[in-house]
């Protein structure tokens, strides 16, 4: 038995398939969007989390500075202690 191409089943399994390729379409539309932003919002944090990293480096190196400095003006109060007391000019 041979099927016209206006058979109704087929024209209507036709129009559900396409239905529902449309809708999984648009599902797979949705969820790329979704994965977008997650990946732009990813990378937003990425770059806050970098830039953190940054200004915490930056104390991290004035810090090491400041204790450098500090351990140099205590060898030299201890060298100047080590010396003894200095000679009264009069």
């Known amino acids: 038995m041979a ?14 398939l396409l239905a529902a390729g449309a809708a999984a379409e648009l599902d797979l539309l949705r969820s790329e969007r979704k994965a977008e932003n997650r990946l732009a919002e990813a990378l937003a944090s990425l770059a806050n989390n970098e830039a953190r990293l940054l200004r915490a480096q930056d104390r991290l190196e004035r810090s090491r500075e400041s204790v450098a400095a500090a351990e140099a003006a205590l060898r030299e109060v201890q060298a100047r202690r080590a010396d003894g007391p200095t000679p009264v000019q009069g």
């Open 3 to 16: 099927t016209s191409p206006h058979d109704p089943d087929k024209q209507s399994r036709t129009v559900k």
